[in-house]
């Protein structure tokens, strides 16, 4: 979202000033046009925006079938769009195998836990980085990494080193000096997955020479075919509780604004999701 | 052999003070030990250092077949390590394909007009920097380039942009500023092969997300075992008139130390050679 506010060339339109903000969505339909396949109760995912209610075309929207067992709300976490690029990010783009070392940052945030869970199910050695110790604490005790290393202690750079050793697979949800520092660590035939970054003079990349590994970004989107197999998998791994999931969830469409900001200073752990009406009313 | 001088963790040992200068050369056998594989007059390759003449193990260097209608210095060019980097790098690494737009940098150099020939051949448009006009001039007439731009002119980033357009596939041989620039002209799935590079603050890598794209180092000894294709392939464009080479050859092993900072301030057109002794009395 913050990147489509900036007036730029990218991978979507930059959002212009007066237009709805645009944003993934859960919710449910409270009238069908003419000739719709979608009915009145159902629930549904789209780029609805930050509204409480729209109208939107069908092709805007998939409907959403919950399986038994499973939240809605996972539809905005695990099983939504943070999920689908912990999955293919991890699985497709990192190759992740049984044996590697696997760094996360951003790891309590909404697709960093889910990394995290699924490195560990991979079979991987999880270092996973946070802001703060509770957040550390947090990865420790419930998603399970091997070791958390809060990125804000003052002998960070010496408890990287001794945590990480050398890495098989970054997964970066921040860019910038930490993805710097990950770039010394890498092993040969490394796979850097570039998910969210910021600009910052990065000088450490002559290492995938030297290591021949690779470094690729990726858009989720680009696996929308590929999203159901997914989804099965995911499912079944939050019924059997080998995937753990956190809401941060504030409400009130008014209250957006505010929320957006949290996810750059690391006030929120987990999914962070704005309630602006009621999702439960879809008939489930 | 640059990187080999500093003392710190790459893909082979530094070279310590005292040590003979690794380097890859051509030589001629002159005496064999017991059982040798190898008879007096013939033609290897192999890190046989900056020296006149030493004794080696039979492990450290390969018999040089020369096909027909080749000279035996293509071995330390478009048939040696430098046309092996620009063959796997090009064809394996970078994925090249007809219609593709290539970017080129140290288009002049030994890896980078071979680089710009397979180019050709693979049918892509291929845009070629150097530092000189007199290299550019060579590019466009000689080597067939689309384009060779001179990056040394004032007005080089309009230059680079109106030339470039966007791009599919950047061969980096300088890293620094100019890998930075070509981050910012990526195509959707484009692929950056890292092949020699030198520390700089690059922030345009967040374009990788944007245009799911890879940057992905390589050595060239990986690629050992199918060293085999690649030099049947190039003799034969060799043959044929399709690549064309150029060697910049110092005379004498004490002219070696003022001959490598040539690489470095663009004094050297073609691949840089220094011959110490006469590889022609092999056996051809």
Redesign the interface.
Known sequence: MR?WLDDR???MKPVQIGEVMRAGALGYVAKTGKGSKLSVGDLVYGGLGWREWGVYKEKEMRKIVVPKGVDPLDFLGPLGMTGMTAYFGLFDVGKIKAGDTLLVSGAAGATGSVVCQLGKIAGAKVIALAGTPEKCEWLEREVGVDKAVNYKSPNFRQEFKDAVGYIDVYFDNV?GEI?DMALLRLKKNARIV??????????G???????????????IF?YAERFPEAIQTLSNWLKEGRIKRKFHVVEGLDKAPEALPLLFTGGNTGKLVVKVGDYQRAKL
Chains 1, 2 share one sequence.
């Open positions: 990147g060339r990218g991978y860019g993805l570039l998910c969210d970054s910021r600009p910052y003079g990065i000088t990349y002559l290492n995938l020479i030297s290591q021949t590994a690779t470094m690729q970004g990726f858009l680009d």
